[in-house]
T-cell receptor, first 117, second 109 residues
Framework: GAVVSQHPSWVICKSGTSVKIECRSL??????MFWYRQFPKQSLMLMAT?????????EQGVEKDKFLINHASLTLSTLTVTSAHPEDSSFYIC?????????????FGQGTRLTVV | GQNIDQPTEMTATEGAIVQINCTYQTSGFNGLFWYQQHAGEAPTFLSY????GLEEKGRFSSFLSRSKGYSYLLLKELQMKDSASYLC??????????FGTGTQLKVEL
């Protein structure tokens, strides 16, 4: 299957600082990227959907000014957690999907474990 | 809205067969996925069903009945490494995947 690379795999930051997470599709063009958050022993919760070159669509309850998403190219999307607080500590996962008719599956990145202290 | 239900935990014996059920109620349906997730890792794709019936892939099979809003994942010849969380996910409108809470499978000797 296709490869999606997410970086960093883990990060520790101080409360009040911002953290940027990158998601790259290595061998295909990702017209759509999805960002999820997963708390311990819970399932993945969709935060937002981004299409290349347009503004992200956020799910209800997700603050768009706090979780900034940029999808400037067909191979890169970034999620910036601004003014992070301890309650933002979570596992963040991106997934990417191509735009072809046969593209039924979205491929996941490795995930980023964020700890805010 | 989307509502996806699956059991929280299951335990099975190495070498046995286990069936993990998933029921869903969604607005719009464009396919159902099963993923495996080990603790601290991202999900890995197992199967995709969009038409009714059984899809077989090695030790893993997945079944879908759209009229009943029901799917199951069947794992045969269980191995210890199959101990993981199994996530049922439905693709609705807008190509968004909605995940169930996951079923934690424990394989014992």
């Amino acid at each position: 299957g296709a490869v999606v690379s997410q970086h960093p795999s883990w990060v520790i930051c101080k409360s009040g600082t911002s953290v940027k997470i990158e998601c790259r599709s290595l061998d295909f063009q990702a017209t759509t990227m999805f960002w999820y958050r997963q708390f311990p022993k819970q399932s993945l919760m969709l935060m937002a959907t981004s299409n290349e070159g347009s503004k992200a669509t956020y799910e209800q309850g997700v603050e768009k000014d706090k979780f900034l998403i940029n999808h400037a190219s067909l191979t890169l999307s970034t999620l910036t957690v601004t003014s992070a607080h301890p309650e933002d500590s979570s596992f963040y996962i991106c997934s990417a999907r191509g735009g072809g008719l046969g593209d039924t599956e979205a491929f996941f990145g490795q995930g980023t474990r964020l700890t805010v202290v | 809205g989307q509502n996806i239900d699956q059991p929280t935990e299951m335990t099975a014996t190495e070498g046995a067969i286990v069936q993990i059920n998933c029921t869903y109620q969604t607005s719009g349906f464009n396919g159902l996925f099963w993923y495996q997730q080990h603790a601290g890792e991202a999900p890995t794709f197992l199967s995709y069903n969009v038409l009714d019936g059984l899809e077989e892939k090695g030790r893993f099979s997945s079944f879908l009945s759209r009229s009943k809003g029901y799917s199951y994942l069947l794992l045969k010849e269980l191995q210890m490494k199959d101990s993981a969380s199994y996530l049922c996910a439905v693709r609705g409108g807008g190509n968004k995947l909605t995940f169930g809470t996951g079923t934690q499978l424990k394989v014992e000797l």
